[in-house]
């Protein structure tokens, strides 16, 4: 499984990026950048978080 995100929805909010630092992250010109896509054990509940509170919705975790 991997992190998909909509940009075209994303506002760049940074919602994310304060619950998941690891795998999301806004750049100098306050895009979001995705570092490391990679759904894992370890690391699915604080991306479910990251997906729940994203608050345009634009965040998903989809199959491979």
């Known amino acids: ?3 998909k995100v909509d940009f075209d929805e994303c506002e760049s909010n940074a919602v994310c990026e304060g619950l998941v630092p ?3 992250q806004l750049d100098d010109d ?3 950048q ?3 896509d ?3 054990d370890e690391n699915r509940a604080a991306i479910e978080r ?3 509170s994203c608050p345009k919705s ?3 975790i989809v199959e491979d």
Request: proline fraction near 0%; hydrophobic fraction near 65%; glycine fraction near 0%.
């Open 1 to 3: 499984m991997r992190v």
């Open 22 to 24: 690891h795998v999301f």
């Open 30 to 32: 306050d895009f979001l």
């Open 34 to 36: 995705v570092l490391d």
């Open 38 to 40: 990679r759904v894992t």
């Open 50 to 52: 990251a997906v729940l």
């Open 58 to 60: 634009a965040i998903s």
